[in-house]
């Protein structure tokens, strides 16, 4: 594999952005490839240690050959950025959909359509991963979601919005996440993700919903991966 990092001068976001790009040991500019942007770039990286997985997987042929590209993101921007009332979340939206996408659109060779490009994110990740597909349905069609930490204030935003193209969505969610906590206080995302799971399901959303025994952890996450991967991809 070769992980290569690229520094974006977004406009959107006036501020240079860091991406890493992960391509597979094969990668051959005559071909097209999936493109997964995963959002908690540095964590995933580190603590989910994505990309061997993404080699291991991939020399297993249990995932197509695709590109990764990891956005990391500063933890004091984190809330701003990902939830949808945060003062940078619909310029990081912009970001991601407009300037990242077409970045790797014209320096790496990329499936050009929507059902080529998967937003993954953990927590707050998987809900800014979920609202920018809503918002630019064109662009991206699938969504990997690991304990999307929504409420219900979010998902009623999710229930009117109309969704026109098909979207394919993966939740993965631990039985023990019913008191997590964040600066909105205490999820029980256990009952969130139930809730966004039946709203979905009455949209034009191909839709798979996971289990998993354990908490809100990177321990799980990490573990878990593959599920995820497998279902989407594989």
């Not at 205490?186 to 969130?192: G, I, Q, R, Y």
């Amino acid at each position: 594999m070769a992980l290569e990092e690229i520094v974006v001068h977004s406009r959107h976001l006036g501020t240079p952005e860091t991406l890493i790009v992960y391509t597979p040991e094969r990668y051959s500019p005559l071909y097209s490839y999936p493109v997964l942007y995963v959002q908690d770039g540095a964590d995933y990286l580190s603590l989910g240690k994505f990309a061997t997985l993404l080699d291991e997987m991939i020399q297993q042929k249990e995932l197509p050959d695709l590109i990764a590209v990891f956005l990391p993101v500063d933890k004091e921007k984190r809330t701003s950025r990902y939830h949808p009332d945060g003062a940078e979340h619909l310029a990081y939206r912009r970001f991601l959909a407009e300037e990242v996408v077409r970045y790797m659109d014209t320096h790496y060779s990329t499936h050009p359509l929507g059902n080529g490009r998967t937003l993954v994110g953990v927590s707050l990740g998987a809900v800014v991963s979920l609202f920018t597909a809503l918002a630019y349905p064109n662009t991206f069609g699938q969504v990997a979601s690991q304990s999307i930490a929504m409420d219900a204030e979010l998902n009623r935003r999710v229930a009117e919005t109309p969704i026109s193209v098909p979207l394919s969505l993966y939740m993965q969610i631990g039985t023990e996440e019913t008191a997590v906590k964040s600066t909105r206080g205490s999820l029980d995302l256990v009952t969130a993700n139930e809730e966004l799971r039946d709203i979905l399901q009455t949209k034009m959303v191909t839709l798979a919903f996971e289990t998993f025994e354990g908490d809100h952890t990177w321990g799980h996450w990490q573990t878990h991966l593959p599920r995820m991967l497998r279902a989407l991809l594989g």
